[in-house]
């Protein structure tokens, strides 16, 4: 017996999807895999490839579950529009966790009265300084459990 809303889905309109597709992190992997040198983000000139971003994805994923930001846990990141908000989103999702991204200009009061609403993140990621160092990101990140 079906379910009584198909009787009014319109005609063409199909019961079920194809879920057949890879998943966002997986779509990553598949274009680092074809086009390992082709740019992937450009951010205030510097360019980052593919193959470079899937490493740093990579590399990303297993710092969280060092930090215990595995499948189902909340990674929280506050960073601005800059390439380590890819990095950090696509790991979360890499390892089945859920990035929760905010609003990198909150105060410690807004962050804390924000994860207070819901079960609050395992894991924070926040940008400590806009300066790099030796080619490195310049972001820390705190727990709190």
């Not at 019961?15 to 086009?35: I, K, T, V, W, Y």
């Not at 890499?94 to 994860?115: D, K």
């Not at 990101?137 to 459990?145: G, I, L, Q, T």
Request: hydrophobic share 40%; aromatic share 12%; glycine share 8%.
């Amino acid at each position: 017996m079906d379910p009584v809303w198909y009787e009014n889905y319109d005609a063409g309109v199909p019961r079920s999807l194809d879920n057949s597709d890879p998943l966002l992190p997986h779509q990553l992997e598949l274009m680092a895999g074809r086009f390992p040198r082709n740019v992937a983000t450009e951010f205030f000139g510097a360019k980052l490839t593919y193959g470079e971003l899937w490493d740093q994805v990579l590399r990303m994923a297993g710092a969280f579950l060092e930090m215990g930001a595995g499948r189902g846990k909340k990674v929280a990141i506050m960073l601005p529009n800059c390439p380590q908000t890819i990095i950090a989103y696509y790991a979360a999702l890499w390892n089945g966790a859920v990035p929760v991204l905010t609003n990198p200009l909150y105060v410690e009061r807004e962050m804390w009265c924000t994860s207070g609403r819901t079960r609050r993140p395992s894991t924070w990621w926040c940008w400590i300084t806009c300066t790099p160092r030796s080619g490195t990101s310049s972001a820390k990140r705190a727990s709190r459990r």
